[in-house]
């Protein structure tokens, strides 16, 4: 079964700090990575966009590793500020013509 | 551009009315998706449709819930009769060609959904 999870479930942080945010998936085939923003009563934001070859990208302060063969990815918030403070949204996508396959979220807290 | 627009932002009912929930997506964009979020389940796909015509609707949960996209601008998702259990942030997505899974997808701002 095509599933995404992601840990933690929340996390807490003081604002400077870094964090590293994980999402497993056991997708197959897998045609791309998405990771997406969504702040406290908004709609979700894109932030990178992986697909098979590439294992990093990077999006200001936020980079995204990809590792194909082990099905993980994470999200790595440099200097965190208090607006990193949302829900951040793994999702993958099988080869075209399938539904895209969302987390539940990790929900992050930068407190000053 | 004003990026994908919805409407109501928030709805509040009371059980066995009928909702209209309303989307605009980015103008040039041929693909529609609508979207429901919870707590418990996160986000799930409900109905997605290519140059207006409904592709895949099996996320639909029940015969209570329509969707119709009249043109290439405009798309609604209707409810009724509507339950509790219903209550949601419905979310509509759209997206430029490159098929399902390769367009990067642009979300609107959510319909906050509260049957009493």
């Known amino acids: 079964k095509n599933q995404v999870e992601q840990s933690p479930q929340s996390l807490i942080i003081l604002e400077g700090k870094n964090c590293t945010l994980q999402?497993?998936?056991?997708?197959?085939?897998?045609?791309?990575l998405r990771w997406y923003k969504q702040d406290t009563g908004r709609g979700p934001v894109s932030l990178t966009i992986?697909?098979?070859?590439?294992n990093t990208k990077s999006n200001g302060r936020y980079t995204a590793t990809l590792d194909a063969d082990t099905k993980q990815s994470s999200l790595h918030i440099t200097a965190s500020q208090l607006s990193d403070s949302a829900s951040y949204i793994c999702v993958v996508s099988a080869q075209a013509g399938t539904a895209l396959i969302f987390g539940k979220g990790t929900t992050l807290s930068v407190s000053s | 551009d004003a990026g994908v627009i919805q409407s109501p932002r928030h709805e509040v009912t009371e059980m066995g009315q009928e909702v209209t929930l309303r989307c605009k997506p980015i103008?040039?964009?041929?693909?529609l998706f609508w979207y429901r979020q919870t707590m418990m389940r996160g986000l799930e796909l409900l109905i997605y449709?290519?140059?207006?015509?409904?592709?895949?609707d099996s996320g639909m949960p029940e015969d209570r819930f329509s969707a119709k996209m009249p043109n290439a601008s405009f798309s609604t998702l209707k409810i009724q009769p509507s339950e509790p259990r219903d209550s949601a942030v419905y979310f509509c997505?759209?997206?430029?060609?490159?098929?399902?899974?390769?367009?990067?997808?642009?979300f609107g701002e959510g319909s906050r959904l509260t049957v009493l």
């Open positions: 999402c497993n998936y056991t997708v197959s085939p897998f045609s791309n």
């Open positions: 103008s040039g964009h041929d693909y």
């Open positions: 997505a759209s997206s430029l060609g490159g098929g399902l899974n390769t367009g990067e997808l642009f």
């Open positions: 992986m697909t098979f070859s590439e």
């Open positions: 449709f290519n140059n207006n015509v409904p592709i895949d």
